[in-house]
């Protein structure tokens, strides 16, 4: 059978759909439809303060891709995006979306990455560099974490942890979900001093101040604070070298107790580095935007943790639609 171009032609136009997502939930619509149920263009752009016929298009667009539903003029919401893109539900993921839209016109630099081998741009703009562009990134990390924490920390034993260090915590939202599931555990974050600055707020709005803790600093040059019965790596080791990861790793057994755990949340691939997609798509992603950006695989993270040395190194995929892996291990008894 002949080729055919439809998958090629797809691929060329499929920013144009990121585009409608991100544009969409920026200007607020499928909040507006929330809030009556339904209504025409001319509704949305005047409850929002739009211009009705590019409104019109906009939604028409969002219909084509099945984002909004349409009888005659009235939209309204579907399921799916009724369920994940209104702000306030319980799976709203529409602050989650945030970084990827903020790194959205970095793609268009891929050659220069390619062509010179550095970032196509400063990996300080979502980390202290640029006021905005942090709060985006802090505000996206924990919407990611509200939307799947839940998820992650019920594959966790946390029984009899009293101390945990959350390292590169970003907004402290696991650290909080991890002290409402476990009444006894007391854990700290630790991170850049802009991000702990929003990482801090977050904390206190969420009650959780007494027993979330932030420590600003940088993980490679401050020490880790002692004795801790848990260390968490999570969403943060794909920006690092893979010595830099190691020496993470040996800087977290110092500190952990006999028989406590570390335990690593990350993109990971498959020993070609190719699979599965998303995670070779992401390591690109980093790349664009961190100095050492990549993201290893299972393997390579295993043979890190061994060398570090920890035991029982275990590793799993979580379930869909989180794109992360699990992995846990031990620091031997005494």
Same mark, same amino acid.
């Given at each position: 059978?002949?080729?055919?171009?439809?998958?090629?032609?797809?691929? #060329?136009?499929?920013?144009?759909?990121? $585009?409608?997502?991100? *544009?969409?939930?920026?200007?607020?619509?499928?909040?507006?439809? $929330?809030? *009556?149920?339904?209504?025409?263009?001319?509704?949305?752009?005047?409850?929002?303060?739009?211009?009705?016929?590019?409104?019109?298009?906009?939604?028409? #667009? =969002?219909?084509?891709?099945?984002?909004?539903?349409?009888?005659?003029?009235?939209?309204?919401?579907?399921?799916?995006?009724?369920?994940?893109?209104?702000?306030?539900?319980?799976?709203?993921?529409?602050?989650?979306?945030?970084?990827?839209?903020?790194? /959205?016109?970095?793609?268009?630099?891929?050659?220069?990455?390619?062509?010179?081998?550095? !970032?196509?741009?400063? &990996?300080?703009?979502?980390?202290?560099?640029?006021?905005?562009?942090?709060?985006?990134?802090?505000?996206?990390?924990?919407?990611?974490?509200?939307?799947?924490?839940?998820?992650?920390?019920?594959?966790?034993?946390?029984?009899? =942890?009293?101390?945990?260090?959350?390292?590169?915590?970003?907004?402290?939202?696991?650290?909080?979900?991890?002290?409402? #599931?476990? !009444?006894?555990?007391?854990? *700290?974050?630790?991170?850049?001093? &802009?991000?702990?600055?929003?990482?801090?707020?977050?904390?206190?709005?969420?009650?959780?101040?007494?027993?979330?803790?932030?420590?600003?600093?940088? /993980?490679?040059? *401050?020490?880790?604070?002692?004795?801790?019965?848990?260390?968490?790596?999570?969403?943060?080791?794909?920006?690092?070298?893979?010595?830099?990861?190691?020496?993470?790793?040996?800087?977290? /057994?110092?500190?952990?107790? &006999?028989?406590?755990?570390? /335990?690593?949340?990350?993109?990971?691939?498959?020993?070609?580095?190719?699979? &599965?997609?998303?995670?070779?798509?992401?390591? %690109?992603?980093?790349?664009?935007?961190?100095?050492?950006?990549? %993201?290893?695989?299972?393997?390579?993270?295993?043979?890190?943790?061994?060398? #570090?040395?920890?035991?029982?190194?275990?590793?799993?995929?979580?379930?869909?639609?989180?794109?992360?892996?699990?992995?846990?291990?031990?620091?031997?008894?005494?």
């Amino acid at each position: 059978m002949s080729p055919v171009p439809t998958r090629i032609t797809e691929m #060329a136009s499929a920013f144009q759909e990121s $585009a409608l997502l991100f *544009t969409a939930c920026d200007l607020g619509v499928f909040g507006a439809l $929330a809030k *009556t149920g339904e209504g025409t263009a001319a509704d949305v752009a005047g409850s929002i303060g739009l211009d009705v016929r590019a409104t019109g298009l906009l939604m028409d #667009a =969002c219909v084509a891709l099945k984002l909004l539903e349409k009888d005659g003029s009235v939209y309204r919401n579907t399921h799916e995006s009724a369920a994940f893109l209104v702000p306030g539900e319980p799976g709203d993921l529409s602050k989650a979306i945030w970084y990827m839209r903020d790194v /959205y016109p970095v793609w268009g630099k891929l050659a220069d990455l390619v062509k010179s081998g550095r !970032p196509a741009e400063s &990996p300080q703009l979502h980390l202290g560099d640029d006021e905005a562009r942090t709060r985006a990134f802090v505000m996206s990390m924990h919407g990611k974490a509200m939307a799947t924490g839940r998820a992650v920390i019920a594959k966790l034993n946390l029984t009899g =942890c009293r101390r945990l260090l959350d390292v590169g915590g970003g907004p402290g939202t696991y650290s909080v979900l991890m002290s409402q #599931a476990y !009444p006894e555990l007391h854990a *700290t974050v630790l991170d850049l001093p &802009p991000v702990i600055g929003i990482a801090s707020s977050l904390i206190e709005r969420q009650g959780a101040s007494s027993r979330v803790t932030t420590l600003p600093g940088d /993980y490679h040059s *401050t020490p880790f604070p002692q004795p801790m019965d848990a260390v968490l790596f999570f969403g943060m080791l794909h920006q690092e070298s893979p010595q830099a990861i190691l020496s993470l790793l040996r800087k977290a /057994y110092e500190v952990i107790t &006999p028989g406590g755990a570390v /335990y690593i949340m990350d993109m990971m691939t498959d020993p070609t580095h190719t699979a &599965p997609r998303f995670s070779a798509m992401f390591a %690109v992603n980093m790349a664009l935007t961190t100095d050492s950006g990549w %993201v290893f695989s299972s393997g390579e993270l295993g043979a890190w943790v061994e060398e #570090a040395g920890f035991v029982d190194f275990e590793v799993q995929t979580l379930p869909p639609p989180i794109p992360h892996w699990l992995a846990s291990a031990r620091r031997p008894a005494a």
